[in-house]
């Protein structure tokens, strides 16, 4: 059976930084509050020329860098994004534009921000089906754009920016994706939700606002990520000591920290980025994931849980086992 690892990674933040004090003059609100219920501390804002495509191009070719693959030679290309350039096309088809990479097969996933798992789960089981060799998967958001500046349940949560993976084959026995598995509940689209397309020069941007009942929201996504990834672990028979790192959805640090001690994974274990990026939506797993690979925190053999949680709702959880990528900066 063909594996599939994780063969590049990037991600790229928008510049413009909007602290908790930023967030103080707008609504009310205080940074220690922000600080003791989120543990944000500040999140990046695009720029009125920046948007989902752009920022997604940017950390799409920083993966294939790494990979050592040139855009020709990319099958397909998933963005996974709930905060896209227009209704129509796809984001990824703008990427594909942007990146030149005339010989991919383009669309978009929208599973909020589970999103970058479900694309995972889908690249991945093209490329084992042998339909694509190989798959460019990217989350990106330009959730400020959906956000209700007036709303202080919402607006001290999300932020911009985007992450990357390369998906390819790989030689490397028993490397890459191990297994995932995901849940979803219609029943409760309502708890978080957006009116309106996030489209950049629309009138109907006026109407586009994020919806959310908070406090339901937060014990849907302690509870599903706890036991999707139980359920995981016992399909696969890992045990939780078997987790090297666990890179989780960052959403607020109390969900992570709940989820951890649900789990009794070591807080050492957990990595986290949610102070200095906010939620992301489907970009946050894969920029924390180019982070810990900057940070030196993934070595060969390494088992990473991912895990996440978003509107839908749908939720999910992905083992890998990390095999070898250079890094390009020290060639
Ligand atoms: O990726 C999935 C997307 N979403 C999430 O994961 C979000 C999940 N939910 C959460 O993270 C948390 O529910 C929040 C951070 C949104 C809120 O934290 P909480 O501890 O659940 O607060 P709460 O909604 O229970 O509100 C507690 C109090 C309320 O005041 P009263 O009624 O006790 O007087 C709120 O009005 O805090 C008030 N409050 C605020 N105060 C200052 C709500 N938002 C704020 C705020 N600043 N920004």
Known sequence: MTQVAISGLGSYVPEKILTNFDLEKLVDTSNEWIIERTGILERRIASSLESSSSMGSLAAKDALETAKLVPEEIDLIITATCSPDGMFPSTANRIQALINAPNAVCFDINSACNGFLSSLMVGSTLIKSEHYKNALIIGSETLSRLIDWTDRNTCILFGDGAGAVVLEPTSEENYGLTDF????????????????????????????????????????????????????????????????????????????????????????????????????????????????????????????????????????????NWGTIKNPKEQ
């Open 181 to 320: 598995l995901f849940g979803s509940d219609g029943n409760n689209a309502d708890l978080l939700y957006a009116t309106g397309p996030a489209t950049g020069e629309s009138d109907l941007q006026k109407e586009a606002k994020i919806i959310m009942d908070g406090q339901s929201v937060y014990r849907h996504a302690v509870s599903t990520m706890t036991s999707i990834t139980k359920d995981l672990l016992i399909k696969t028979n890992t045990s939780i000591s078997d987790i090297d790192l666990c890179i989780p959805h960052q959403a607020n640090s109390r969900i992570i920290n709940a989820v951890a001690k649900n789990l009794s994974l070591e807080n050492d274990k957990v990595y986290t980025n949610v102070d200095q990026f906010g939620n992301t939506s489907a970009a946050s797993i894969p920029i924390a994931l180019t982070q810990a690979f900057y940070d030196k925190m993934l070595e060969k053999g390494n088992n990473l849980l991912f895990t996440a949680f978003g509107a839908g709702l749908n939720w999910g959880s992905v083992l890998l």
